[in-house]
């Protein structure tokens, strides 16, 4: 998610210096044509003399060129606004990649240490079966020669 806003933000980026570029190399053709036209007496088509550029090519190619000018810059703001945007969304996806990232963290810990509460309780339970064994068998003998001495008390009785 990070690198796809990222590669946006970089094609803005890109984009917001071209048409920075752009409006620099219109100024520049602009500044070109106004001090020669602005101040020379010009002539119109028909002969007559136009002064402080008058002529209606030029006047169309100055509001063109202002045209553009605004255009690029409404389109420069418009740029640096999601420009904006992009960078406050990256930054609020870098807060939230570092809380999972430490709530992963913190799972994994309490895995590992639910993991070794289990083995240990696990060691625990056969170490209680063998010793429940073992009194079984315990018990199991002395049954057995409980029986047996009862028996041999039965027949020592009975003569």
Known sequence: MSS????RLRKLVDEREKMI???KKLKAQLEQKTPRNG??????PDGEILENGNDPNIMELQRDSNRQISDFKFKLVKAEQEVTALEQNVTR???QVTRYKSASENAEKVEDELKAEKRKLQRELRSALD???EVESNNSHLSK????????????QTP
Not at 4 to 7: P, R, T
Not at 39 to 44: A, M, P, Y
Not at 145 to 156: D, I, P, Q, V
């Open 145 to 156: 020669r409980l029986e047996k001495m009862k028996s041999t008390r039965g027949m020592a």
């Open 21 to 23: 570029e752009q409006v």
């Open 93 to 95: 996806l870098e807060g």
């Open 4 to 7: 796809v806003a990222e590669i």
């Open 39 to 44: 101040t020379e007496n010009t002539q119109s």
């Open 131 to 133: 010793k429940v064994d």
